[in-house]
């Protein structure tokens, strides 16, 4: 046997070194795009985490609104924000008092000034963060994409309520504003789907039965 080849295998100790260093390059290639994948993935389940948690300041959708009423009020302010969107977008009310567990109904105002429907997605946010789990909506339009023709006007109404828990919650007692923050985004559309809102007819939406309230 040559003086340079182990007896384990027959290879020499540079074979040996480089079959080492292959092993760690492939566990080292398979960290990497695992933590990748994990990256991207992260993305959506961190999305559903934080609207079922109410975590990081994300407003929850209930089902219905609580059968508990207090008597404590606290003041709702409505902030609205675009992004890379040539729109015009605005509250229709800068803020509300409401009692906790009581239903508040609120509207914002989209208007696309261009020549060409475009689409649109809201995203939100509550302040403070530690009102995220108790602040939670009947009706949102931030839930879907939403198209506007060409410059039409669409008022979206928010149906919300605060939750009575949030009177309970040490972290939340004492705290009388929570702000409600929108922000509007370009919506990524496929282009049968963007040729199909472009012929669409113009959405009217008149929720509940009834012209936008300034307050309530």
């Known amino acids: 046997m040559s003086p340079n080849r ?6 020499t100790p540079r074979e040996v070194a480089a079959r080492r260093n292959g092993k760690v390059a492939l566990i080292c290639a398979v960290t990497f795009f695992g933590m990748v994948g994990a990256a991207y993935a992260a993305v959506p389940l961190y999305k559903l985490f934080c609207q079922a948690t109410g975590f990081d300041g994300t407003v929850r ?6 059968t508990r009423i207090l008597d404590r009020k606290v003041t709702i302010r409505f902030d609205a924000n675009l992004r890379d969107l040539p729109w015009e977008f605005q509250t229709l009310q800068a803020s509300q008092d409401v009692r906790i567990g009581d239903t508040g109904l609120a509207f914002f105002k989209v208007t696309n000034p261009t020549d060409k429907p475009q689409t649109g997605r809201a995203l939100y946010n509550v302040v403070p963060e530690s009102a995220g789990p108790y602040f939670q909506k009947l009706e949102c339009f931030c839930f879907s994409n939403q198209t506007i023709q060409p410059h039409q006007t669409v008022e979206f109404p928010v149906v919300y309520f605060v939750d009575p828990k949030f009177a309970d919650d040490p972290e939340t007692q004492g705290k009388n504003e929570i702000t409600l923050s929108y922000t509007f985004f370009p919506a990524v559309e496929d282009a049968k789907k963007a040729k199909v809102a472009a012929e669409a007819p113009p959405r009217i939406v008149e929720p509940l039965g009834g012209a936008p309230s300034r307050g309530l």
């Open 61 to 66: 959708k209930a089902v219905a609104k609580p």
């Open 6 to 11: 182990t007896p384990k295998d027959g290879l």
